[in-house]
């Protein structure tokens, strides 16, 4: 079982902000890079930020740069997108994926890159 699992979604007002988090069982996270994807309603699915398992270089769309934090705890086994000053704009469903391979170079923002992947978590940003 190579499932990850998000979790941390909700309904939140503009402004506000909410941590997702990634998580997964039975796979070691910190042997991979990793990626936020989501899809908002009628749109396609965009990857938001990854963050590389080699030196923690961490890449972000531009629409999320100074508002959205990727990190890893690798104690906990989890990595986390912390999400501020969110905007109705960000709604949509976030998953976590990583590659099939592990201990690979340096992450991308390409989505074929990313073979697993978690159920989703929805986020809601409306007043």
């Known amino acids: 079982q190579s499932q990850l699992m998000e979790s941390g979604g909700g309904l939140v007002q503009p402004g506000g902000s909410l941590r997702l988090s990634c998580t997964a069982p039975e796979v070691t996270l910190p042997w991979y890079n990793i990626a936020w994807f989501r899809q908002a309603p009628g749109k396609k699915r965009e990857v938001v930020s990854c963050?590389?398992?080699?030196?923690?270089?961490?890449h972000y769309i531009d629409s999320v740069k100074g508002r959205f934090t990727v990190s890893r705890d690798n104690s906990e086994n989890t990595v986390y997108l912390q999400m501020n000053s969110l905007k109705p704009e960000d709604t949509g469903v976030y998953y976590c994926?990583?590659?099939?391979?592990?201990?690979?170079?340096?992450?991308?923002?390409?989505?074929?890159?990313?073979?697993?992947w978690g159920q989703g978590t929805q986020v809601t940003v409306s007043s």
């Open positions: 963050i590389s398992r080699l030196d923690g270089t961490i």
């Open positions: 994926a990583r590659p099939t391979h592990s201990l690979q170079g340096m992450c991308t923002m390409k989505e074929d890159e990313y073979t697993h």
